[in-house]
């Protein structure tokens, strides 16, 4: 018997079905997400909740609802590599890639607030996930304290911002539901339906994509925490992909800093946490030495790339952004291909 994982010699693996499952099962998780929080913030808005909590809440977590079920499936089914590689490879394509290309179609002003409150918790929460993880061992404590970290910071978000008269995150979720009457000011009963299909479809599609996923990776002798890196990240990213690269071609390329930011939080703290509080698991230790410390050096470098009072991402730096996600993307295929 030959071990999963491993190819015997001469013998190419067939990739077709498991290709049209990830790639079939990325359409149907992407799609149902994106009704999924159109739903539902219809459904908030049409009960009189404010715009900055469907903002923050509602489509915060929208956003991040491929990345979190693909991980809790994936840790469900014992591939950790799979789950961790989906959180750290879209926080580095979030930061690399999407950020990089919205600065190459416009240059990104900067607020103030970005600056003082988003960029210092998230450098905080990555050096936090770094020293849980040290140890190489994601246990259910440690994803328990990322989860009350993420309640603590979203508490105290909502907290701040409700106490400010005017609130820049509140005015554009405001400035949204007005632009698109059809998605937030639909019938309850039609929401209703959208939320209850997004669901559906978002867990019914995430095994598919997660089983297409590891066979891929067993078929092609490699890890399934590669996949997770690369395709799978990409692919989860692609919601977060959409809206700043949208929002730049309207001149409003400072709303894409904001989005990344929050993913980025959402990754590390609910991803993470809830694919640990799911299933305890050993962390491979290029996870630690590679790609957690890439997300540490690409948050560091935003952050000094940001401070000052009229501080802009420009053309020049998101061409650098999306070639260091480039240049990260090759190294590990140049890796698998050394391996």
């Given at each position: ?23 079939g ?19 908030a ?17 929208g ?5 979190m079920?693909?991980?809790a ?10 789950a ?34 988003e ?33 603590a910071?979203?508490?105290?978000s ?18 949204e539901?007005?632009?698109k009457p059809?998605t ?8 209703v339906?959208?939320?209850?299909v ?15 996923a ?6 092609l ?54 694919a ?51 240049g ?12």
């Amino acid at each position: 018997d030959v071990p999963r994982g491993t190819k015997t010699e001469g013998h190419v693996p067939n990739m077709t079905l498991p290709l049209l499952g990830v790639l079939g099962g990325l359409v149907v998780l992407v799609w149902s997400a994106d009704r999924f929080v159109d739903g539902a913030a219809a459904a908030a808005n049409h009960f009189a909740i404010s715009p900055l909590l469907i903002g923050m809440v509602i489509v915060g977590f929208g956003t991040s609802a491929p990345e979190m079920v693909v991980s809790a499936i994936a840790s469900s089914q014992g591939n950790p590599g799979l789950a961790l590689g989906n959180a750290y490879g879209s926080n580095i394509a979030n930061i690399g890639l999407i950020l990089g290309l919205t600065a190459l179609i416009c240059p990104i002003a900067v607020h103030s607030q970005i600056i003082r409150k988003e960029l210092p918790i998230l450098l905080a929460v990555t050096a936090l996930t770094a020293v849980l993880l040290f140890d190489n061992q994601l246990r259910r404590w440690d994803a328990f304290a990322l989860l009350a970290v993420f309640a603590a910071v979203m508490g105290w978000s909502i907290y701040q911002s409700l106490r400010s008269r005017s609130d820049a995150f509140a005015t554009e979720m405001a400035d949204e539901i007005a632009d698109k009457p059809e998605t937030y000011v639909m019938p309850l009963s039609r929401a209703v339906l959208w939320i209850a299909v997004g669901l559906l479809l978002l867990i019914g599609s995430s095994p598919v994509m997660v089983g297409g996923a590891v066979e891929i990776a067993e078929g092609l002798g490699v890890s399934d925490l590669l996949i997770g890196l690369t395709i799978v990240a990409i692919g989860t990213s692609l919601p977060e992909l959409a809206s700043p690269i949208v929002a730049a071609r309207k001149d409003e390329p400072d709303i894409a800093l904001g989005n990344v930011i929050r993913s980025n939080l959402f990754n590390t703290l609910v991803v993470v946490g809830i694919a640990g509080s799911i299933a305890p698991m050993a962390v491979a230790a290029e996870i630690l030495r590679r790609d957690v410390l890439i997300v540490a050096l690409l948050s560091v470098a935003l952050y000094f790339v940001c401070k000052g009072s009229k501080a802009r991402i420009t053309r020049t730096q998101g061409g650098l952004l999306v070639a260091s996600y480039l240049g990260y993307t090759a190294w590990l295929i140049f890796g698998a291909l050394r391996g």
